[in-house]
């Protein structure tokens, strides 16, 4: 059975593996699609803001998406909900700090709503390695991946600013008001 393909997919997929490849010289063809899939991914309605608290409430700030994903001491239910809060939370990063420039903040000292650079990364990064820890059973193929994403996480949020350069700044609509 044929899986349904989005119709951003081949339009991103060229932009991102020529990025990828020829300014970055990352030849990954599976860390390639996976960020054509994320990009995707979120360039549909309501999917930056997808995880919701118990009461419906959509989690909009890296400390409460760190909180729904811990099973023991905060709300995730099962160390499989812990994985998949985890990679959203990995890729809600590194889409925010490659592709929404406008709603990082300067510095943690800002008065600016939003996360840091650094706080992106830090929480992306470690979100990315929590994953590829999940290494068994259904997850043992995609684990690898994550471990080369987690080693190359600051050059795939590179890539991406890039693919945003090359996409053009003005050509992308406005990003919705994202908190840290």
Known sequence: MQTQVHPLESFFNSVVQSTFETK???H????IAYVTRLLCEFSEPDS????????GKRIETLEEMVRASDPVHGTAASFEEEREVRKY???YALFVAGMCHDVVKPDSSSQQDGPTLAELIEVGKESCYIVSQFNVFEFEKEAPLFVRLTKEYERCILG?????????????SASPEIKG
């Not at 990954?28 to 860390?31: F, L, T």
């Not at 930056?48 to 009461?55: G, N």
Request: charged letters at 30%; proline letters at 3%.
């Open 24 to 26: 970055l010289g990352l």
């Open 89 to 91: 939370i990995c890729d």
């Open 48 to 55: 930056v803001f997808r995880l919701h608290d118990a009461t």
């Open 160 to 172: 991406l600013a890039m693919v945003r350069e090359e996409l053009g700044d003005n050509k992308l």
């Open 28 to 31: 990954d063809p599976e860390m």
